[in-house]
T-cell receptor, first 115, second 114 residues
């Protein structure tokens, strides 16, 4: 079974802090994704990566950056956390070059609160 | 931009009743995926439909892809408490002529009344 592991289930940070969310997958998947999930808004794509050191903006990249130095690890960075970034963050991975044809495997999520 | 719309947003049904959620795209889709997210859990892939008019079944769940490949439905027969959760559809979004990501609908939250 594919395992996507997110470093924290719950995280509380303060406004202005730099926040790192880590995600590791163990299936050698090419593609990795970061989403945020808010009530009534569904899953919104922040950033994704289809190869090491490659990244593409999703629908809501403002205030975020990402890093993919190794194939198995995809990090989401909140450069200066703000209260409107309080949310559930989900990492996902998928196999292959044409990611939209492949199922995505999700981690358990990190519920981030910014005070 | 491209959108994937799901209706209804919420559905309450009595246990044993049927349930259907609908997904509509503003553009033709090469495929559509369905996911289920249990309360407190993460989305889990259920199925992918690729062919026009395709129908697939998983026990009490029936998935259908429209003839024009712009809509899809998920029907659950005789709902059980284990069906509680949010059901998402997802379709491809094109980035510079490549299929690089998928767009999720906002989901239908199913609540079962005992």
């Amino acid at each position: 079974d594919v395992k996507v592991t997110q470093s924290s289930r719950y995280l509380v940070k303060r406004t202005g802090e730099k926040v790192f969310l880590e995600c590791v997958q163990d299936m050698d998947h090419e593609n990795m994704f970061w989403y945020r999930q808010d009530p009534g808004l569904g899953l919104r794509l922040i950033y994704f990566s289809y190869d090491v050191k490659m990244k593409e903006k999703g629908d809501i990249p403002e205030g975020y950056s990402v890093s993919r130095e190794k194939k198995e690890r995809f990090s989401l960075i909140l450069e200066s956390a703000s209260t409107n970034q309080t949310s559930m963050y989900l990492c996902a991975s998928s196999f292959g070059r044409q990611s939209s044809n492949q199922p995505q495997h999700f981690g358990d999520g990190t519920r981030l609160s910014i005070l | 931009g491209q959108q994937v719309m799901q209706i209804p947003q919420y559905q309450h049904v009595q246990e044993g009743e049927d349930f259907t959620t609908y997904c509509n795209s503003s553009t033709t889709l090469s495929n559509i995926q369905w996911y289920k997210q249990r309360p407190g859990g993460h989305p889990v892939f259920l199925i992918q439909l690729v062919k026009s008019g395709e129908v697939k079944k998983q026990k009490r769940l029936t998935f259908q892809f429209g003839e024009a490949k712009k809509n899809s439905s998920l029907h659950i027969t005789a709902t059980q408490t284990t069906d509680v959760g949010t059901y998402f559809c997802a379709g491809p979004s094109f980035l510079m002529n490549r299929d690089d990501k998928i767009i999720f609908g906002k989901g239908t939250r199913l609540h079962i009344l005992p």
